[in-house]
């Protein structure tokens, strides 16, 4: 802009500007240069960071790179493969000599078997297997076969007209559980419901469609092939307390407060809880108690699990597939 008292005379630049504006442009020509002199290889540091005289651009000062920088150490990434327990000795006798609880010890334990489980990482673990403690069978799992059916049975020492077997193993601790509720003064619990051939679950399971339709029917009885009772894991049971009750009302007594709390002790789980119908697909079952083994269901216990699903780290599946 011109100055008005000297109307062909332009205004004379401010000093501070001057310079500021000098110092701007000389540092970026610095900054090219030594951007230049790097991009094709001509410019090295040397000792204590100072640059070399290849570094030089015609006039434009020398620029050293800091020290900092060139005593920073080189990065050095490392995979380290993740352990297989399959892989072990320890596991593969384990699963050879068939006892469920012998491979979860040579996994190390409850914790960490459900935790390669849960990761993916044991691929010698199939949860599908209807042999195995481990076993998930929900809507989304159907056993496998279809018609699968133990091949040890044993009868608990209390039981109710009907209320049929369960597998051997599940039996004696299903003994061992009454026999400590009873001692704790709460009431021996008896077996109301146990193994479910294929058969006799497609007329379970017809029944309750027929008396409550097929949506409510779906919530409170598994559809044939679909059954944990098919297993010989399951136990329905009942308060035995001056008189064995029926299984609607065992969450309501002491034996079944008894049991949710300490039923893992035996190798127990309560299998639908409250609150993880979105997650089982079925109405909470107090009275539905699931064998896994001790090793397991301490874990599920110490753990604060509240599913079979969540404990192996398994989709939701609150309704059938087809």
């Keep these: 802009m011109a100055d008005p008292r000297h109307p062909t005379r332009a205004r004379r630049m401010d000093p501070r500007v001057t310079f500021r504006l000098y110092v701007t442009i000389g540092l970026a020509v610095a900054l090219i240069g030594a951007l230049w002199a790097l991009a094709d290889g001509s410019a090295s540091a040397g000792p204590g960071g100072q640059a070399t005289a290849e570094a030089k651009v015609a006039g434009v000062a020398e620029v050293a790179m800091p020290q900092t920088a060139t005593s920073l150490p080189s990065v050095q990434l490392h995979a380290t493969a993740a352990s297989n327990p399959c892989a072990q000795t320890p596991v593969q006798q384990a699963l050879a000599s068939g006892g469920d609880d012998a491979v979860v010890a040579a996994f190390g334990g409850g914790a960490a078997f459900r935790a390669a489980v849960a990761a993916g990482n044991a691929p010698c673990i199939d949860l599908s297997d209807p042999h195995r403690d481990w076993v998930v069978v929900n809507k989304a799992r159907p056993l496998n076969p279809v018609t699968f059916a133990p091949t040890s049975f044993g009868d608990p020492a209390l039981s109710v007209d009907g209320a049929g077997s369960l ?24 077996l109301a419901s146990g193994y479910r051939s294929y ?7 017809s029944g309750q469609v027929a008396t409550y339709g097929q949506a409510q029917g779906d919530a409170l009885s598994a559809r044939p092939g679909h059954s944990e009772h098919q297993t010989g894991l399951a136990a329905d049971v009942v308060s035995c307390a001056g008189g064995c009750g029926d299984i609607d009302s065992f969450g309501g007594t002491a034996a079944g407060a008894w049991v949710a709390e300490n039923g893992w002790q035996y190798g127990f789980i309560v299998r639908y809880v409250a609150g993880q119908t979105p997650i089982t697909g079925y109405d909470p079952e107090p009275w539905h108690l699931r064998y896994v083994g001790v090793p397991l269901a301490t874990a599920y216990h110490d753990g604060g699990f509240a599913t079979l699903e969540q404990f192996f780290g398994l989709a939701a599946a609150p309704a059938y597939l087809g």
Excluded at 167 to 189: F, H, I, K, M, P
């Design 199 to 205: 058969d006799t679950q497609v007329q379970t399971y």
């Design 167 to 190: 597998r051997s193993d599940t039996a004696n601790a299903l003994n061992q559980l009454s026999a400590a509720a009873d001692a704790a003064g709460v009431g021996s619990v008896a």
